[in-house]
DNA sequence: GTCTATACCCGGATAGAC
DNA sequence: GTCTATCCGGGTATAGAC
């Protein structure tokens, strides 16, 4: 029975779901490009043979972690949208989480972004992302009267502008301050407001 | 006599510039993640022993690299950018340019971005990044009405913005068709336009 | 300024025992 | 499902000769 606060280990229950734990810890640690298999067995105390068992290689268990990212930021994303009425509110929520998401799980975001991996290779990660992407759609089109071309365009400028916030900010573009995450996420959401503003009036 | 058009290698004259040029071959090739100045030494047929005479590591030679990638970077936004007359214009462009620049040199834009370098122990990088930086605030802080604090907001907003989309587009969420880079450099420039109209009139 | 040689460390991945 | 043992390849970095 393993002590409440006490962080717990391998117990030779669940290897795979130990390996994606201590990965995550690891690109905590490190980053994703020095993260290595190898490391990962020693912290857990098994052997470097045994993740083979279930993962076929390296970039399979970040699938992995790249996969459970999409499913926590989907999570995430749709906590801080979902909540509010308005289409243009929403999309402007979905930037704020997106950056709060990229700070605060930076470890998952770096799986999905900075591993480098070969999405279409990994079904449960298309699909994963797929969650994510789908959040912002449904806002996007309702705004753009119903129109879905300019409704996908939208919603991937919203994306993309999210996600530069993101990785200005974890790139360390805003400087380092306490306060910077929420003011930074704060400008992502504005500028997706301006935008739509600016975009309907066009 | 070199032969035009037939590719120079190192003749031993300057070797730190070859090994730069080097560098951006096999990122090019391979990957910021994967380069090595080992592999860099092979092609030029040094040994892997030289490169030590003029650079003292590995993140020292990506770092010049880096600092040579800003440098063009600003020039090339600037192309774009500063044919234009009006402050919007110059934004718009600034993006346009900045998603092309990403695309049409990756190596470069790889070794700004994605080599995990910290920046500030470089001072040759981070002047060069100055740089492109202010490109973008002049025409920000004049559509602020001179509003330092209110420019330097959107400049950085500017610049997140097209971040974002260049991001997206080197890792394929806009897929891979031909017409791809002028069509996502559009939706950058016009993003930026829709972010402006909609700034001004809030 | 470059070479030879080398010491060192690390990761990926597999075969075969238990 | 995990371990033992091992092979293989690769990169970093240095000392010392030329």
Chains 1, 2 share one sequence.
Not at 71 to 76: D, L, P, S, T
Not at 99 to 114: C, D, I, N, P
Not at 139 to 165: N, S, Y
């Amino acid at each position: 029975m393993p002590l409440p606060g006490k962080k717990r280990r391998y117990h030779h229950g669940d290897l795979p779901t130990a390996l994606i734990d201590t990965a995550i810890e690891l690109i905590d640690e490190k980053g994703v490009a020095s993260f290595s298999l190898a490391e990962a067995s020693r912290r857990l105390g098994v052997t470097v043979a045994a993740p083979y068992r279930h993962f076929a290689d390296r970039d399979e268990l970040l699938a992995a972690v790249a996969a459970r990212a999409a499913r926590e930021a989907a999570v995430a994303i749709r906590a801080e949208s979902g909540t509010e009425d308005a289409p243009a509110e929403q999309l402007a929520g979905l930037a704020r989480g997106y950056v709060r998401f990229a700070v605060t799980k930076r470890a998952l975001f770096q799986a999905l972004f900075g591993a480098g991996l070969d999405k279409p290779k990994y079904p449960d990660l298309a699909a994963a992302a797929e969650q994510v992407a789908s959040t912002a759609f449904p806002p996007a089109i309702e705004l753009c009267g119903g129109d879905k071309a300019a409704g996908a365009d939208l919603a991937m400028t919203v994306g993309a502008v999210a996600h530069g916030f993101a990785m200005f900010l974890l790139d360390g573009e805003f400087g380092t301050g306490d306060g910077m995450v929420d003011k930074v996420a704060g400008q992502a959401s504005q500028a997706v407001h301006d935008l739509i503003r600016g975009r309907l009036s066009r």
